[in-house]
């Protein structure tokens, strides 16, 4: 299939800033899905509320639009009735980690086949600018306007604690990387998530003068740096990227299944 083919060209132009990042998440997700040659119809995907929740509308697959904060429940269903389908689900940072993060630690306990993709623009884009969990200590927002006192999730670390199978990350900026850790996370069995580091120009860039999409992103460059890299080891402030956890367990559905098997055999 061509790359226009996953598209609902339709519903175009988007919704997206100028510079927003998650359109360089949807054309990565898209070549993604297409180097695999996964068809339309072998793929659902889920998302909840928020500028990075719209990317399910663009995208010519089975999708679920659901409320904020609640896609990996819905999509724990989806997938336990359904199970051979391959399931995505595109999260915003708070989306994922605020009002979401209870399901996001228990569908990782759980290591549900699905693909989390978690797009941190360090801030709530739609509604207005407000700080999210991943915002981060002496960041403005428009609910802190003297700055956050917060600390920030780390995604990569809370993740990998809490039992997900796949962890990986990589920036809008890494394209290349993008696309590649998109296809390892789709095809691992298991729970995968995905961190994109992506930019704000609007909200995040305006009021904490990191300037424009461009520049943004070539920040994003120059702070991050390759898993276990010498300039990690002389600069450890940087942002590693790569994939941190890679590992094999039971997967919930096909244990599942197995349970309803022994009940059924009377066992």
Known sequence: MAVKDYIRERFFPHIWCPGCGHGIVLNGLIRAVEKLGVQKNEIVMVSGIGCSARI???????TMHTLHGRALGFATGIKLSRPELKVIVPM????????????????????IDMTAIVMNNRIYGMTG??????????????????????????????????GATFVARTTAYHIQQMIELL?????????????????????????????DA??????MQKITTPIGSKAKAEHPELIERGVFVRKELPEYCEAYDTIIRRAKEGK
Do not use: W
């Open 56 to 62: 399910a509308g663009y995208l010519d697959f089975h």
């Open 92 to 111: 915003g940072d708070g989306d994922a980690l605020a009002i979401g993060g209870n399901h996001f630690i228990h569908a990782a306990r759980r290591n």
């Open 129 to 162: 600018g407000q700080y999210s969990p991943l915002s981060g200590y002496g960041i403005l927002a428009s609910t802190a306007p003297y700055t956050s006192v917060d600390q920030s999730f780390d995604i990569v670390q809370l993740a990998a604690a809490a």
């Open 183 to 211: 296809q390892e996370a789709i095809l691992h069995k298991g729970f995968s998530v995905v961190e994109v580091m992506s930019q704000c120009p609007t909200y995040f860039g305006r009021r904490n003068r990191e300037g």
């Open 214 to 219: 461009v520049a943004m992103l070539k920040h």
